[in-house]
């Protein structure tokens, strides 16, 4: 190249080359000044009618020149109206009548899936407890035409009085006294959290992990905290979480602390 620049592709109406060093544009047979509205050498196709250093027949408003011989018909002509159809109403969305109209009423739109509780999850011990003590939860969801049990997780909250936190809570996640989502030693960003408690997802089936998993319309919870420094106190608590709407907590439990 000489120690020139290359050419850049302009994007502007016609998308040709613009080269930076010459300040003109690169219509493959003859360069184009922008500036004069002109071509630097004389058409090679001068004798068959075209102008001679005009660019596009002085129309480059609807036409284009991009071989640099001959110029292009109008983009505009060749592109059909826009159409758009509207189709007809087949119901009203008011009484049918109130506008005038007389079509029948439109039925409303099916309500959205929800989750819902027939049986709310609580602790079976406390609500305090000595530590290394193992205890239990069991909830039951709703299964009709707006409650489906798949948009319901049951997840255990914990929270510790101080110290330091265990290994597998790690920044930002690692502070005392605050409520985090409970996790097994296996979780990680990396399998989108699915080692936390009350997760749906593979590890929360009966084959994969019997003391927390997801069955039906039920879901069963077990957990026994151990190795933790002596004077630690934990803090637990079961939340429902609907994730068919925005993840939005429908149930609480009652908090169980267990003294270490």
């Known amino acids: 190249m000489g120690g020139r620049k290359a050419l850049i592709l302009m994007a502007f109406c016609s998308g040709e080359q613009y080269d930076t060093d010459l300040s003109l544009y690169y219509l493959r047979a003859r360069y184009y000044n922008p500036v004069s509205g002109r071509f630097l050498n004389v058409d090679s196709l001068a004798g068959h009618g075209?102008?001679?250093?005009?660019?596009?027949?002085?129309?480059?408003?609807?036409?284009?020149?991009?071989?640099?011989?001959?110029?292009?018909?109008?983009?505009?002509?060749?592109?059909?109206?826009?159409?758009?159809h509207i189709p007809s109403p087949k119901c009203s969305q008011g009484n049918g009548t109130s506008m005038g109209s007389?079509?029948?009423?439109?039925?409303p739109p099916p309500p959205p899936c929800k989750c819902g509780l027939k049986t709310a999850p609580e602790y079976n011990k406390g609500p305090s407890i000595r530590g290394g003590t193992e205890f239990e939860w069991h909830a039951t969801f709703?299964?009709?035409?707006?409650?489906?049990?798949?948009?319901?997780?049951?997840?255990?909250?914990?929270?510790?009085?101080?110290?330091p936190a265990p290994s597998f809570f790690y920044p930002p996640e690692?502070?005392?006294?605050?409520w985090y989502e409970d996790r097994s030693s296996l979780d990680s960003p990396l399998n989108g959290h699915a080692n936390r408690y009350g997760r749906r997802g593979?590890?929360?089936?009966?084959?994969?992990?019997?003391?927390?998993?997801?069955?039906?319309?039920?879901?069963?919870?077990?957990?026994?905290?151990n190795n933790m420094p002596h004077g630690e106190r934990f803090k637990f608590k079961l939340v429902v979480i609907d994730v068919c709407n925005h993840n939005s907590i429908i149930y609480t439990s009652r908090v169980l602390h267990d003294n270490f």
């Open 142 to 163: 709703l299964n009709d035409n707006t409650h489906k049990p798949t948009c319901c997780e049951v997840r255990q909250m914990t929270s510790w009085s101080n110290g």
């Open 102 to 107: 007389s079509l029948p009423p439109c039925t």
């Open 174 to 178: 690692n502070q005392p006294n605050t």
């Open 202 to 225: 593979p590890f929360t089936s009966a084959d994969d992990d019997p003391t927390n998993y997801y069955s039906g319309d039920d879901y069963y919870g077990y957990d026994k905290p």
């Open 50 to 84: 075209q102008r001679r250093y005009e660019y596009a027949g002085a129309n480059p408003v609807d036409g284009s020149d991009p071989s640099g011989n001959f110029v292009l018909a109008s983009y505009w002509p060749l592109m059909a109206p826009l159409q758009i």
